[in-house]
């Protein structure tokens, strides 16, 4: 468990134990857009896509785990405060692609 109370209603997470709930997370850097405009964007999404679209330009971006201006694709497990329901960590972290090499 990432916390052992939730920062946001206050209740002990070891008395009522949090749920699990997965997303994704992708990080784009288009290269339609603008040089000037350009920018690294973190999109993320309740379940895994098949086509993303720049929220700069509104370029779509098809295969989203293969295309060049995809650089992070993560499925994240979050623990969910099962009293109010609002995420308070990060239980595990799955990395499909980092072009950068960095850090999970």
């Known amino acids: 468990m990432a916390t052992e109370i939730c920062q946001y209603c206050g209740v002990d997470l070891e008395a009522t134990p949090p749920v699990q709930e997965k997303g994704w997370v992708y990080g784009i850097e288009c290269s339609r857009c603008p040089p000037g405009r350009r920018r690294?964007?973190?999109l993320p999404r309740k379940e895994?896509?098949?086509e993303l679209h720049c929220p700069t330009c509104g370029a779509r971006i098809a295969r989203p785990e293969e295309h060049p201006d995809v650089l992070?694709?993560?499925?994240m497990t979050y623990e969910v405060c099962a009293a109010?329901?609002?995420?308070n960590?990060?239980?595990?972290?799955?990395?499909l692609?980092?072009?950068g090499g960095g850090m999970s």
């Open 89 to 95: 960590g990060v239980a595990l972290v799955r990395k």
């Open 97 to 99: 692609r980092d072009v």
């Open 48 to 50: 895994r896509v098949a």
């Open 84 to 87: 109010c329901g609002e995420r």
């Open 40 to 42: 690294s964007v973190v």
């Open 72 to 75: 992070v694709v993560k499925e």
